[in-house]
């Protein structure tokens, strides 16, 4: 699939979606949105790719945020940034993904590495949560996966105070996994990606759907049963045994069951 406004590659196991607006700090649009869960959307129906990494075009910009422009008057899905297309994306993706964060994560930048399941960044990436400065808030995913990670009272000073956190003060407070030198965020973050590719991918895939679940309600137990463990049970000696008594039209085996 052709992308206009980011690039995507893959490197063995590893599937690599830049953020490629670099002159205007990575910064979400419509067509942006849509097609980073377009590209999600292609890797959940393929095999290949083990790890999802998200980073930003050039060295100074992970994202900062989102632009209405060119967007429809209206209050409307039409008229609405849909960022929450993205974040749905990388909670329903079976995969873990990384946030390779290469600069300023501020904003809806910030909220994108809050979501991903794993954060490494360079020693002099920013991070900031700067909604109420803006007149803007996040209240669902960039709240709630923000307590989780930092605890409801850090949460609440990022969101009302808006601190400006250096990767080492992230990396402190648990907002992010692990800082690297600037020069070897790339190859660090390869060789993470690399580690978990070697973990099973059905493990990871409901470990990752666990974690999803409590925020996810009934569409996350679904994925944690239908997903998941629906397709272990098809594979059981019980399973096969209804299906071929239901076929054949006769009373099944019980002895059987529970096999």
Known sequence: MAFETILYEEDGPIGWLTLNRPDDGNMFTSQMCHEIRDCINDIRRETRTRVLVIGGAGDKFFCIGG????????????G?????????SIDRLQKPVIASVNGFAVGGGQVLQVMCDLTIAKESAVFRQVGPMMGSFDAGYGTWYLEDLVG?????ELWFMNPKLSAREAL????????????????????????IAERGAFALASVKAAFTA??????????????????LYLDTEESQELGAAFRERRKPDPDKFGH
């Open 214 to 231: 409590r925020h996810g309600g009934v569409s996350g137990m679904g994925r944690m049963s239908h997903d998941l463990l629906l397709r």
């Open 172 to 195: 402190a407070i648990g907002l992010i996994n692990k800082v690297v030198p600037d020069g070897k965020l790339r190859e660090e973050t390869r060789k993470m990606a690399l580690e």
């Open 152 to 156: 409801k009272k850090k949460a609440k």
């Open 67 to 78: 632009r209405k422009e060119g967007m429809e008057d209206s209050t409307l899905y039409a």
């Open 80 to 88: 609405m940034l849909p960022t929450l297309e993205i974040y749905e």
